[in-house]
């Protein structure tokens, strides 16, 4: 499944908006793998659209640098 979010939205879970911290970003792109339509690449860093999110976490679970942080 490319876009995991899609079947996480059917679970109960609270959801949990997310960002990225810019600072943190190193540009691995771990993030734009996992399919997500709100995660988009601007200026060689991450960005998470808060209107396309669903707060399912997924991109903050694969980000080995932690740069992606709930709200």
């Known amino acids: ?9 059917r679970l109960p ?13 190193t540009s691995c792109r771990m993030c734009l793998r996992v399919g997500c339509p ?7 860093k991450s960005m998470i659209d808060r209107n396309q999110c ?3 976490t997924v991109c903050l679970q694969v980000c080995p640098f932690d740069a992606i942080k709930k709200e």
Do not use: H, N, S, T
């Open 38 to 44: 709100a995660i988009f690449f601007v200026d060689g």
């Open 1 to 9: 499944v490319r876009r995991q979010c899609v079947l996480i939205k």
């Open 13 to 25: 879970l609270e959801p949990a908006m997310c960002y990225v911290d810019r600072d943190l970003c």
């Open 54 to 56: 669903v707060g399912c």
